[in-house]
């Protein structure tokens, strides 16, 4: 049985990568994986009895993923998903617990997927929905930038999930943006929001969902407290510092091969400070054409 680290942390990302390229990024990446936050695994994992694990080849995790020791555990709610995600030590915070619970996994996944499991989900347009764990980090890293009447970008916002869990954050007096480059995602993440707990907050305008190139950003609505980014940058986007709001801070993966979630904060004086999280695994940020050819 392979020997796995009881701090490995699984990765995620938003779109799909070819299975040849996950093949190589496991075999050069497993021996540099270097997490920064807390686990996905408690310490007492190793004590599990857990035979034949297998390697899988997914875009979410390059090694296993839960999914297998969640459908043994009954999960079939999203309350279990959260729950299980607090057991392992993913989240922390109560208020995320709770935004979590409130925003139902299950409206922005397609029918017949498991949508409590932690993977990604393909939802069509060589993109998928990232896994539970990975919207979890993210929220929890933004959380102090998502308080009410703040202002909140989703980059690559997809079926709209934590679009509309930024929303529930910064309620009716704040602002949360989803860009997303492809027509009918947007659309479909219109849909799945109005049937949601935050269907009242896109009624009344305070969450809105556009089709654009996020790699711009959203300049109508910046500037901004917190910005999250599904996709990886080969170098920090201008237009998304510049519209990062003093005091703000921006969640966003970089690198090509080798990734690094980044954590970008700019300071009151407009000096950025960037630190990295965990080593991650995301496709490029890149145009709409090079997506659905990819």
């Known amino acids: 049985m392979m020997n796995l680290s009881s701090t490995m942390k699984a990765y995620g990302c938003r779109y799909c990568v070819s299975p040849l390229e996950q093949l190589l990024h496991t075999t050069n990446h497993h021996l540099r994986f270097r997490p920064r936050s807390p686990s996905l695994f408690s310490s007492s994992f190793n004590n599990l009895k ?68 932690d993977c990604p989900q393909e939802i069509g347009y060589n993109a998928t929905i990232s896994a539970p764990h990975m919207h979890a980090t993210c929220l929890q890293l933004l959380e102090e930038k998502l308080q009410p009447g703040m202002h909140a970008l989703d980059v690559g916002s997809g079926t709209g999930y934590l679009t509309a869990c930024f929303a529930m954050m910064v309620g009716p007096q704040g602002r949360a943006i989803g860009v997303e480059h492809i027509p009918e995602l947007v659309a479909s993440s219109i849909n799945n929001i109005e049937k949601s707990a935050a269907a009242p907050l896109l009624k009344k305008g305070s969450l809105s969902m556009h089709v654009g190139d996020g790699r711009e950003g959203w300049p109508e609505c910046a500037p901004y407290d917190a910005i999250h980014v599904g996709a990886a940058a080969p170098e920090m986007p201008q237009a998304l510092l510049d519209q990062l709001k003093p005091g703000g801070r921006m969640v966003i993966p970089v690198g090509n091969i080798f990734q690094d979630l980044k954590v970008v904060d700019k300071n009151p004086d407009g000096s950025i400070s960037i630190r990295s999280e965990s080593s991650v695994r995301y496709v490029p940020l890149t145009s709409r054409d090079a997506q659905l050819q990819s």
């Open 50 to 117: 857990l035979p034949n694990f297998n390697l899988l080849l997914t875009s979410n995790s390059l090694f296993f993923t839960m999914e297998h020791l969640w459908d043994r555990s009954g999960m079939n709610t999203n309350k279990k998903m959260v729950e299980h995600l607090q057991q392992y030590g993913v989240i922390s915070s109560e208020k995320v617990a709770r935004v979590m619970e409130t925003i139902d996994r299950a409206l922005f996944v397609p029918d017949k997927t498991p949508a409590y499991a």
